[in-house]
């Protein structure tokens, strides 16, 4: 059993945390996408794919932005190579949510669809998915615990019209356990060779259900 393309798989190296700077760029991120926004206003969310990074005025400088938050996240995760590029690549189906005020970057979040074949259970047989999978998620040090991931996370599920049972994570690290057990209540998994995590309530109904909001309310 496997999967398309699993990314390296753990053990992730325990190196001693180190503390950095919020990054910062050149390039006005917000302004990129049209928001008007100083640094220390509030973090906003913005989804970069393709287009975006075609764009003749932006795109240079949100490739440039993807390249280094994507190799701070690959020296968190203690990564051999990063998940996360914009040059020279197209993220193609995937996209990226980057978490920034004006010229700084506080996180990046990667998801896209990934055909995965998971055992359903312990005694069950495989069964072939098709799930959106976060891919890469990172806030910078110094930054991190203070809810910045659930922003990022919730924005991304807002756009996405996701929750998060319903998606696969590949190779998760311990903190993005701890997250999820935290913020969405999910924990129980059959561990899988391909290293993707896919929770059971993945494949409980009630999990497909989006909530109802009652109009007027
Ligand atoms: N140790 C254990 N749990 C942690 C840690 C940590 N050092 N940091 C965050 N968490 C979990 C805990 O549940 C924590 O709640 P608590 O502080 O009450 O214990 C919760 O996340 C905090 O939630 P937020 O503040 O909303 O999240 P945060 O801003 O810390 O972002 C993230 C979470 C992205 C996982 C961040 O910790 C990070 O960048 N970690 C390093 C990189 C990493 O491990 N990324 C995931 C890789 S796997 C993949 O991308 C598929």
């Given at each position: 059993?496997?999967?398309?393309?699993?990314?390296?798989?753990?053990?992730?190296?325990?190196?001693?945390?180190?503390?950095?700077?919020?990054?910062?760029?050149?390039?006005?991120?917000?302004?990129?996408?049209?928001?008007?926004?100083?640094?220390?206003?509030?973090?906003?969310?913005?989804?970069?794919?393709?287009?975006?990074?075609?764009?003749?005025?932006?795109?240079?400088?949100?490739?440039?932005?993807?390249?280094?938050?994507?190799?701070?996240?690959?020296?968190?995760?203690?990564?051999?190579?990063?998940?996360?590029?914009?040059?020279?690549?197209?993220?193609?189906?995937?996209?990226?949510?980057?978490?920034?005020a004006?010229?700084t970057?506080l996180?990046?979040?990667?998801?896209?669809?990934?055909?995965?074949?998971?055992?359903?259970g312990?005694?069950?047989?495989?069964?072939?998915?098709?799930?959106?999978c976060?891919?890469?998620?990172?806030?910078?040090?110094?930054h991190?615990?203070?809810?910045?991931?659930?922003?990022?996370?919730?924005?991304?599920?807002a756009?996405?019209?996701?929750?998060?049972?319903?998606?696969?994570?590949?190779?998760?690290?311990?903190?993005?356990?701890?997250?999820?057990?935290?913020?969405?209540?999910?924990?129980?998994?059959?561990?899988?060779?391909?290293h993707?995590?896919?929770?059971?309530a993945?494949?409980a109904?009630?999990?497909?259900?989006p909530?109802?909001?009652?109009?007027?309310?």
């Open positions: 059993p496997g999967c398309a393309e699993p990314r390296a798989p753990p053990p992730r190296r325990l190196g001693r945390p180190r503390r950095r700077a919020a990054m910062q760029f050149e390039l006005d991120i917000s302004r990129a996408f049209g928001v008007a926004q100083v640094e220390d206003s509030p973090p906003r969310v913005f989804r970069i794919d393709d287009t975006i990074l075609q764009h003749p005025r932006w795109g240079q400088g949100l490739r440039h932005v993807l390249d280094k938050v994507g190799e701070r996240s690959r020296r968190a995760q203690g990564l051999g190579k990063a998940v996360t590029h914009g040059s020279g690549v197209v993220l193609g189906s995937n996209r990226v949510y980057i978490l920034a004006g010229r970057a996180g990046l979040l990667k998801v896209g669809p990934k055909r995965l074949f998971v055992a359903k312990t005694d069950g047989g495989l069964v072939d998915i098709t799930p959106q976060v891919l890469d998620f990172y806030v910078v040090e110094g991190q615990r203070g809810g910045l991931g659930s922003q990022l996370f919730r924005a991304m599920l756009q996405e019209g996701a929750t998060a049972a319903k998606l696969a994570y590949d190779a998760p690290s311990s903190k993005l356990l701890g997250f999820l057990r935290k913020h969405f209540g999910l924990a129980k998994f059959t561990p899988q060779s391909n993707f995590v896919v929770f059971d993945y494949f109904p009630a999990a497909a259900a909530r109802r909001r009652t109009p007027g309310r």
